[in-house]
């Protein structure tokens, strides 16, 4: 069995159809179990325990929004 569990959106759209555009690819692939793993760094309310120049300029997501789109993702 293919899986794959190690994928970012790395500062894509918070969207369905962005998100459809990994999933697609993994089934394209043959991968039956897919996952996203997004870095800490990523979002704006690890912001008081992880800053830096480097981890500022990619800091992009706010939490409350990436769950929302898994949400949407599962009751789609």
Known sequence: MLTDYHNHLERGTLTLDYLRQFTDEAAKKGIQHFGISEHAYHFYQTKNILSNPWVEA?????????VRLFHEAWDA
């Open 58 to 66: 990619r800091r992009c997501y706010d939490m409350a929004d990436y």
